[in-house]
């Protein structure tokens, strides 16, 4: 293996075994940069459990981002094998730290509580937290490793969320595994609490907190004995670690947020701030990363022109807290912020996060590593608080290379007064915080002129994109335009929720019109809005307009060049024209522009297309965890020819989509009868060929085509191509129509797409 190229990282020498792998150390020749690569050992390469584990870490990887979270930079395989590739850490698991003094204990314990918070906001438990599983780099600050046996579990309201494990039967290292763990009970957030507890149990006193012989005296010691408290640290950090160890998970801490509250409060109140040094008298340095596979890796960003980017200011606006007890107002945790967002996007000196990738991060949060993870300048943080019949808003504005507040300021007004309540902070902020960040006001819509048409934009702009709660937005917007139809954001935030209910409901046709003809009104409103400008260029795209909405996304490009959002719905629009070098062009400067930007997540396609499934998998990864990235999955997984894994994937993401063609699939795979399959593809074909967008055609006759239905699949290409889905060079290449490029029907369809394609081009011709 040493000295071996595979695909772009020579390997240089074996750093040892780590978990069910072996962990080497590599050259990326692309970039130029060490980096670890793990690989399954030869002995479990043909395991399926290992592999399965390898593909369940994908999953929990997915979802994490966090700087105390060791860093996957691509995902791989070599002769049809997975491996990870890392970044390289110097340093030592804690395995071998030995007993920390109290300042050192912790700067542990705050950066481990913080990376669990962001792990269980994800839903995820790690189940298997311990020193050898915890590693402490060079520079003293902690990583947490190996999610293999990670689990994703309900949310608390009560929505399914999937399973890493087939059931809670007693996994993870026995020494610090809670009782209900022990137990084989259902797990939650709180089991890694008391893990938490047990490490750092052990890294205060040089001892473990529960010890036997064997494995049965452990369990009876987790089970019904109490660990001395540390007597040689703050009794306060000592009274959080015993709390984190209560063996009733009620009595237990009840989140890793209100560990990392109390740790933050301890450390404030002791002025420590050392971080953690490896010991002298280690005398090796380790490079470690964790067994995560992330089947939708983080991108690796390639060098790119950044348009702009040199000239703005780049900010992210985080949910609001709401201080008072009255829970009617807690929309507006979401609503103000969204609202800030949207006075700030007008000044083309800033580059402002979306709210869909900023509005997770809630609670106690770390504004310096959230304004890292979400790459931005700046963090605006606020809070408000309602008694008396008023309400009083508070913004702060943090500097996060500097870790300082830039900027605080206070608002006060009338509680039933929304609209003074946005006048108050738009005048604020323009004469506050824009000077200090070199920015103008910009342009801006003409505000809100009805009360009531305001509370109920502001109250739609806190509801979840999901169906039902989306269709009642939908209901509440239709009122609000209804009651003031002269305000653009109303009009703007209503066409993005049709469009949402026609692509992922049942609102079909009408409502993709209604999502037309309501981004169109926003814009003779407000030419600036460029949220609108984006899902008029989207829709027009979708309806099959390629030319039109090309023109719209050039003029677009011309005025915002600095926008990621304005070079991915070019990008978007080239997609459909077939047009896929310049496609993925325009998607990569807009990641360079914006590298966190869940929207971007469809370049996937544009790079499945192209046979560039590495990439593919790395943009859906900007999504990853949702329903769609799944979806997409399943494709990349059909054309690298894993069609067990497709059918794994898609077990998730389409068995609950209305006319799904996830059953035919697996009735093919299971080798069902014919007039069985033919029955299941006869109720999928019919409402099918009346979707409107045209590339949802394309992927269906694509399925069609794996499931050896090739007549179908080609009068559904045939319909996507009319439709305004070029499809070529797409069609030549998939895997999906290898049988059906043999029919004499598809030459005809070819030579639709190529004209489509050809109309195009001509029609952008100056």
Same mark, same amino acid.
């Given at each position: 293996?040493?000295?071996?190229?595979?695909?772009?990282?020579?390997?240089?020498?074996?750093?040892?075994?780590?978990?069910?792998?072996?962990?080497?150390?590599?050259?990326?020749?692309?970039?130029?940069?060490?980096?670890?690569?793990?690989?399954?050992?030869?002995?479990?390469?043909? %395991? =399926?459990?290992?592999?399965?584990?390898?593909?369940?870490?994908?999953?929990?990887?997915?979802?994490?981002?966090?700087?105390?979270?060791?860093?996957?930079?691509?995902?791989?395989?070599?002769?049809?094998?997975?491996?990870?590739?890392?970044?390289?850490?110097?340093?030592?698991?804690?395995?071998?730290?030995?007993?920390?003094?109290?300042?050192?204990?912790?700067?542990?314990?705050?950066?481990?509580?913080?990376?669990?918070?962001?792990?269980?906001?994800?839903?995820?438990?790690?189940?298997?937290?311990?020193?050898?599983?915890?590693?402490?780099?060079?520079?003293?600050?902690?990583?947490?490793?190996?999610?293999?046996?990670?689990?994703?579990?309900? %949310?608390?309201?009560?929505?399914?969320?999937?399973?890493?494990?087939?059931?809670?039967?007693?996994?993870?290292?026995?020494?610090?595994?809670?009782?209900?763990?022990?137990?084989?009970?259902?797990? @939650?957030?709180?089991?890694? +609490?008391?893990?938490?507890?047990?490490?750092?149990?052990?890294?205060?006193?040089?001892?473990?907190?529960?010890?036997?012989?064997?494995?049965?005296?452990?369990?009876?010691?987790?089970?019904?004995?109490?660990?001395?408290?540390?007597?040689?640290?703050?009794?306060?950090?000592?009274?959080?670690?015993?709390?984190?160890?209560?063996? @009733?998970?009620?009595?237990?801490?009840?989140?890793?947020?209100?560990?990392?509250?109390?740790?933050?409060?301890?450390?404030?109140?002791?002025?420590?701030?050392?971080?953690?040094?490896?010991?002298?008298?280690?005398?090796?340095?380790?490079?470690?990363?964790?067994?995560?596979?992330?089947?939708?890796?983080?991108?690796?960003?390639?060098?790119?022109?950044?348009?702009?980017?040199?000239?703005?200011?780049?900010?992210?606006?985080?949910? !609001?807290?709401?201080?008072?007890?009255?829970?009617?107002?807690?929309?507006?945790?979401?609503?103000?912020?969204?609202?800030?967002?949207?006075?700030?996007?007008?000044?083309?000196?800033?580059?402002?996060?979306?709210?869909?990738?900023?509005?997770? !991060?809630?609670?106690?949060?770390?504004?310096?590593?959230?304004?890292?993870?979400?790459?931005?300048?700046?963090?605006?943080?606020?809070?408000?608080?309602?008694?008396?019949?008023?309400?009083?808003? /508070?913004?702060?504005?943090?500097?996060?290379?500097?870790?300082?507040?830039?900027?605080?300021?206070?608002?006060?007004?009338?509680?039933?007064?929304?609209? #003074?309540?946005?006048?108050?902070?738009?005048?604020?902020?323009?004469?506050?915080?824009?000077?200090?960040?070199?920015?103008?006001?910009?342009?801006?819509?003409?505000?809100?002129?009805?009360?009531?048409?305001?509370?109920?934009?502001?109250?739609?702009?806190?509801?979840?994109?999901?169906?039902?709660?989306?269709?009642?937005?939908?209901?509440?917007?239709?009122?609000?335009?209804?009651?003031?139809?002269?305000? #653009?954001?109303?009009?703007?935030?209503?066409?993005?929720?049709?469009?949402?209910?026609?692509?992922?409901?049942?609102?079909?046709?009408?409502?993709?019109?209604?999502?037309?003809?309501?981004?169109?009104?926003?814009?003779?409103?407000?030419?600036?809005?460029?949220?609108?400008?984006?899902?008029?260029?989207?829709?027009?795209?979708?309806?099959?307009?390629?030319?039109?909405?090309?023109?719209?996304?050039?003029?677009?490009?011309?005025?915002?060049?600095?926008?990621?959002?304005?070079?991915?719905?070019?990008?978007?629009?080239?997609?459909?024209?077939?047009?896929?070098?310049?496609?993925?062009?325009?998607?990569?400067?807009?990641?360079? +522009?914006?590298?966190?930007?869940?929207? !971007?997540?469809?370049?996937?396609?544009?790079?499945?297309? =192209?046979?560039?499934?590495?990439?593919?998998?790395?943009?859906?990864?900007?999504?990853?965890?949702?329903?769609?990235?799944?979806?997409?999955?399943?494709?990349?997984?059909?054309?690298?020819? %894993?069609?067990?894994?497709?059918?794994?994937?898609?077990?998730?993401? !389409? /068995?609950?989509?209305?006319?799904?063609?996830?059953?035919?699939?697996?009735?093919? @795979?299971?080798?069902?009868?014919?007039?069985?399959? %033919?029955?299941?593809?006869?109720?999928?074909?019919?409402? /099918?060929?009346?979707?409107?967008?045209?590339?949802?055609?394309?992927?269906?006759?694509?399925?069609?085509?794996?499931?050896?239905?090739?007549?179908?699949?080609?009068?559904?290409?045939?319909?996507?191509?009319?439709?305004?889905?070029?499809?070529?060079?797409?069609?030549?290449?998939?895997?999906?129509?290898?049988?059906?490029?043999?029919?004499?029907?598809?030459?005809?369809? =070819?030579?639709?797409? +190529?004209?489509?394609?050809?109309?195009?081009?001509?029609?952008?011709?100056?």
């Amino acid at each position: 293996m040493i000295g071996r190229t595979i695909s772009h990282y020579r390997v240089l020498e074996a750093l040892g075994a780590g978990g069910m792998g072996v962990v080497y150390k590599a050259e990326d020749t692309r970039l130029r940069r060490l980096v670890a690569l793990k690989m399954l050992s030869d002995a479990l390469s043909r %395991d =399926r459990t290992a592999l399965e584990r390898f593909e369940r870490e994908a999953h929990a990887a997915s979802a994490l981002n966090h700087p105390n979270i060791c860093t996957i930079y691509d995902v791989d395989e070599v002769d049809g094998f997975p491996f990870l590739v890392m970044e390289l850490l110097e340093g030592h698991t804690l395995s071998t730290a030995g007993r920390l003094d109290n300042e050192a204990l912790l700067s542990v314990a705050v950066e481990f509580a913080d990376a669990l918070a962001t792990a269980h906001e994800a839903h995820i438990v790690h189940r298997d937290l311990k020193p050898a599983n915890l590693f402490l780099t060079k520079l003293g600050h902690l990583k947490i490793l190996d999610f293999g046996l990670a689990k994703l579990v309900t %949310d608390d309201s009560g929505t399914a969320v999937r399973e890493l494990t087939a059931s809670d039967t007693t996994v993870g290292t026995v020494a610090y595994m809670s009782p209900e763990q022990a137990r084989g009970q259902d797990v @939650d957030a709180r089991t890694d +609490l008391f893990s938490f507890g047990a490490v750092l149990y052990e890294l205060a006193t040089g001892t473990r907190a529960f010890h036997g012989a064997t494995t049965a005296m452990i369990f009876d010691a987790i089970l019904h004995q109490q660990p001395e408290t540390p007597k040689n640290i703050d009794p306060r950090l000592a009274a959080i670690i015993m709390k984190a160890l209560e063996k @009733d998970r009620e009595l237990r801490y009840q989140s890793a947020a209100d560990i990392r509250a109390d740790l933050k409060r301890l450390k404030h109140d002791s002025g420590a701030t050392a971080s953690v040094r490896p010991r002298p008298w280690i005398p090796w340095v380790a490079a470690a990363a964790i067994v995560i596979i992330a089947g939708i890796a983080v991108w690796r960003l390639r060098p790119l022109p950044n348009p702009g980017s040199s000239r703005q200011t780049t900010i992210a606006v985080l949910p !609001f807290a709401n201080l008072g007890g009255n829970h009617d107002a807690d929309y507006l945790s979401l609503a103000l912020p969204d609202e800030l967002i949207t006075i700030l996007s007008h000044s083309r000196a800033l580059a402002v996060r979306p709210f869909a990738m900023t509005r997770k !991060f809630t609670g106690d949060i770390n504004p310096q590593q959230t304004g890292r993870t979400l790459s931005v300048g700046s963090i605006i943080t606020g809070n408000f608080r309602e008694a008396a019949g008023r309400i009083g808003i /508070t913004l702060e504005a943090i500097d996060v290379d500097k870790n300082d507040v830039l900027w605080r300021d206070s608002v006060e007004v009338p509680a039933q007064d929304l609209i #003074a309540i946005r006048e108050q902070i738009r005048s604020h902020v323009r004469s506050g915080l824009l000077p200090l960040l070199n920015a103008g006001g910009g342009y801006e819509s003409a505000p809100p002129k009805n009360d009531e048409a305001y509370a109920l934009f502001l109250r739609a702009s806190a509801m979840s994109n999901d169906p039902e709660p989306n269709k009642e937005a939908l209901g509440m917007l239709e009122r609000s335009v209804a009651l003031d139809p002269s305000y #653009a954001p109303a009009w703007a935030a209503l066409s993005a929720r049709a469009h949402f209910d026609s692509s992922y409901s049942n609102g079909g046709d009408p409502a993709l019109r209604r999502a037309d003809v309501a981004a169109t009104r926003a814009l003779t409103l407000d030419p600036d809005l460029i949220e609108a400008s984006k899902r008029l260029i989207l829709l027009r795209t979708e309806l099959g307009e390629l030319s039109q909405a090309y023109a719209r996304a050039k003029d677009l490009v011309a005025r915002r060049p600095e926008s990621g959002d304005a070079h991915f719905t070019l990008s978007y629009t080239l997609r459909y024209a077939g047009l896929l070098d310049e496609s993925a062009r325009e998607c990569e400067i807009a990641r360079s +522009l914006d590298p966190t930007n869940r929207g !971007f997540r469809s370049c996937a396609i544009v790079f499945l297309f =192209r046979g560039d499934l590495p990439r593919a998998r790395q943009f859906t990864h900007l999504d990853a965890g949702s329903n769609w990235s799944d979806a997409l999955t399943t494709y990349i997984q059909l054309r690298a020819g %894993d069609r067990q894994a497709a059918l794994r994937t898609g077990a998730r993401a !389409f /068995t609950r989509i209305e006319h799904s063609w996830y059953p035919m699939l697996r009735a093919v @795979d299971e080798h069902r009868p014919q007039r069985e399959i %033919d029955r299941l593809a006869a109720a999928i074909r019919e409402p /099918t060929l009346g979707t409107r967008d045209s590339e949802q055609l394309y992927f269906t006759a694509e399925i069609f085509g794996y499931c050896g239905k090739n007549e179908d699949a080609l009068t559904i290409l045939g319909v996507a191509v009319d439709r305004g889905f070029c499809s070529v060079p797409a069609m030549d290449t998939d895997p999906g129509f290898v049988e059906a490029r043999k029919l004499p029907q598809f030459q005809e369809v =070819r030579r639709r797409g +190529l004209a489509c394609q050809a109309r195009f081009i001509q029609a952008r011709t100056p």
